[in-house]
Nanobody, 121 residues
Framework: QVQLVESGGGSVQAGGSLRLSCAAS????????MGWYRQAPGKQRELVAT???????NYADSVKGRFTISRDNAKNTVYLQMNSMKPEDTAVYYC???????????????WGQGTQVTVSS
């Protein structure tokens, strides 16, 4: 029904940058919020950043000023530009979309498969 396909993960040295992308496809009627979450080994999944259809953003305190979330509504795609990266940013990053499928009446959450981001010191 719905696929969230992430790309852009990889390895980078501390202070470097990476850009993640996530494209949603399928029988989508509309997308409400989109966002990025991450999960480090032995830790719970945590919010990184979210963005509404109107462009309002929300960031975790740990990434404010370093990460920027953006969205292309025409392409059903969300991006995460990560700058000044730190070793503690190392995690699997997951894309999330809260959306309405064609023919359905309720918003549902969908997740991507995750992409590994590793920051070395």
């Amino acid at each position: 029904q719905v696929q969230l396909v992430e790309s852009g993960g990889g390895s980078v040295q501390a202070g470097g940058s990476l850009r993640l992308s996530c494209a949603a496809s399928g029988s989508i009627f509309s997308i409400n919020a989109m966002g990025w979450y991450r999960q480090a080994p032995g830790k719970q999944r945590e919010l990184v950043a979210t963005i509404t259809g109107g462009g309002s953003t929300n960031y975790a305190d740990s990434v404010k000023g370093r990460f920027t979330i953006s969205r292309d509504n025409a392409k059903n795609t969300v991006y995460l530009q990560m700058n000044s990266m730190k070793p503690e940013d190392t995690a699997v990053y997951y894309c999330n979309a809260r959306l309405l499928l064609s023919g359905e009446s309720f918003l549902k959450n969908y997740w991507g498969q995750g992409t590994q981001v590793t920051v070395s010191s």
